[in-house]
Protein backbone atom coordinates (compact mmCIF):
# COMPACT_ATOMS: atom_id res chain seq x y z
CA UNK A 1 0.00 0.00 0.00
CA UNK A 2 2.36 2.53 0.76
CA UNK A 3 4.85 2.07 -2.52
CA UNK A 4 1.41 2.24 -3.95
CA UNK A 5 0.57 5.50 -2.55
CA UNK A 6 4.35 6.60 -3.57
CA UNK A 7 2.75 6.15 -7.25
CA UNK A 8 5.95 3.11 -7.44
CA UNK A 9 3.96 0.53 -9.38
CA UNK A 10 7.17 -1.54 -9.60
CA UNK A 11 7.71 -1.78 -5.77
CA UNK A 12 4.26 -2.34 -5.01
CA UNK A 13 3.61 -5.47 -7.44
CA UNK A 14 6.78 -6.60 -5.91
CA UNK A 15 5.69 -6.50 -2.73
CA UNK A 16 2.18 -7.81 -3.61
CA UNK A 17 4.10 -11.23 -5.05
CA UNK A 18 5.86 -11.50 -2.09
CA UNK A 19 2.78 -11.66 0.38
CA UNK A 20 1.27 -14.04 -1.61
CA UNK A 21 4.67 -16.02 -2.00
CA UNK A 22 4.98 -15.88 1.80
CA UNK A 23 0.92 -16.95 2.41
CA UNK A 24 0.78 -19.81 0.23
CA UNK A 25 4.02 -21.08 1.78
CA UNK A 26 1.86 -20.91 5.26
CA UNK A 27 -1.09 -22.42 3.53
CA UNK A 28 0.88 -25.15 2.17
CA UNK A 29 2.72 -26.44 5.08
CA UNK A 30 1.43 -29.08 6.89
CA UNK A 31 1.50 -28.00 10.56
CA UNK A 32 -1.03 -25.43 9.55
CA UNK A 33 -3.93 -27.65 8.42
CA UNK A 34 -6.01 -27.03 11.39
CA UNK A 35 -5.68 -23.65 10.76
CA UNK A 36 -6.24 -22.38 7.43
CA UNK A 37 -9.48 -19.87 7.56
CA UNK A 38 -7.49 -16.67 8.25
CA UNK A 39 -4.96 -17.12 5.53
CA UNK A 40 -6.49 -18.53 2.74
CA UNK A 41 -9.16 -15.86 2.81
CA UNK A 42 -6.76 -13.29 3.51
CA UNK A 43 -4.89 -14.15 0.18
CA UNK A 44 -8.29 -13.99 -1.62
CA UNK A 45 -9.07 -10.86 0.00
CA UNK A 46 -5.87 -9.27 -1.08
CA UNK A 47 -5.85 -10.73 -4.51
CA UNK A 48 -9.28 -9.15 -5.19
CA UNK A 49 -7.90 -5.61 -3.85
CA UNK A 50 -4.85 -5.53 -5.61
CA UNK A 51 -5.37 -7.06 -8.68
CA UNK A 52 -9.13 -7.56 -9.15
CA UNK A 53 -11.79 -5.57 -9.20
CA UNK A 54 -12.21 -5.22 -5.07
CA UNK A 55 -15.82 -6.90 -5.11
CA UNK A 56 -15.39 -6.81 -1.55
CA UNK A 57 -14.27 -3.69 -0.91
CA UNK A 58 -11.55 -2.88 0.82
CA UNK A 59 -9.60 0.26 1.32
CA UNK A 60 -6.29 1.46 1.97
CA UNK A 61 -7.51 2.18 5.73
CA UNK A 62 -9.00 -1.10 5.63
CA UNK A 63 -5.69 -2.75 5.39
CA UNK A 64 -4.01 -0.86 7.86
CA UNK A 65 -6.18 -1.55 10.79
CA UNK A 66 -6.46 -4.87 10.18
CA UNK A 67 -2.63 -5.33 10.28
CA UNK A 68 -2.52 -3.04 13.06
CA UNK A 69 -3.87 -5.39 15.16
CA UNK A 70 -1.06 -7.98 14.55
CA UNK A 71 1.58 -5.38 15.22
CA UNK A 72 -0.17 -4.94 18.19
CA UNK A 73 -0.61 -8.29 19.46
CA UNK A 74 3.66 -8.91 18.55
CA UNK A 75 4.64 -6.13 20.31
CA UNK A 76 2.93 -7.02 23.60
CA UNK A 77 4.38 -10.69 23.32
CA UNK A 78 1.15 -12.48 22.18
CA UNK A 79 2.45 -13.99 18.62
CA UNK A 80 6.11 -15.05 19.83
Do not use: C
Amino acid sequence: INWKNKDNKQYSQMAFERALELLSLTIDDPKNKSRLKEPTRLYELLVDYFAGDNSFGSSDELWHNYFLAFAYALSAGRLR
